[in-house]
């Protein structure tokens, strides 16, 4: 069974600095592009960063780029994001995300549980 479990949402300062885990399980993970997303309240789900290949390049929304650095583990099967100079804007549920590369389908994606990140004076 896949399994995505996250890890290191909290709450942090304006140009503070958190880093997201993202532990996968169950899945051939060099099979899968893995992101990040993420959903403030009220908001809808926006993807944050991707890596679609295991030694691929990293795309970022436009909104965290040089501020957030997605990487992926392809030993551990892990993928990271660090988040640097963070902004209330930032706040969010952040959730990782698995999609097989063969089907190249939404519908076929697996989502971790999500983990709250919160910016705040």
């Known amino acids: 069974q896949v399994q995505l479990v996250e890890s290191g949402g909290g709450l942090v300062q304006p140009g503070g600095s958190l880093r997201l885990s993202c532990a996968t399980s169950?899945?051939?993970?060099?099979?899968?592009?893995m992101s990040w997303y993420r959903q403030a309240p009220g908001k809808e789900r926006e993807l944050v960063a991707a890596i679609t290949s295991p030694c691929g390049s990293t795309n970022y929304a436009d909104s965290v780029k040089d501020r957030f650095t997605m990487s992926r583990d392809n030993a551990k099967k892990t993928v990271d994001l660090q988040m640097n100079s963070l902004i209330p804007e930032d706040t969010a549920v952040y959730y990782c995300?698995?999609?097989?590369?063969?089907?190249?389908?939404?519908?076929?994606?697996?989502w971790g549980q999500g983990t709250q990140v919160t910016v705040s004076s």
């Open positions: 169950g899945l051939t993970f060099s099979l899968y592009a």
């Open positions: 995300n698995a999609r097989p590369r063969v089907t190249w389908l939404p519908r076929d994606d697996y």
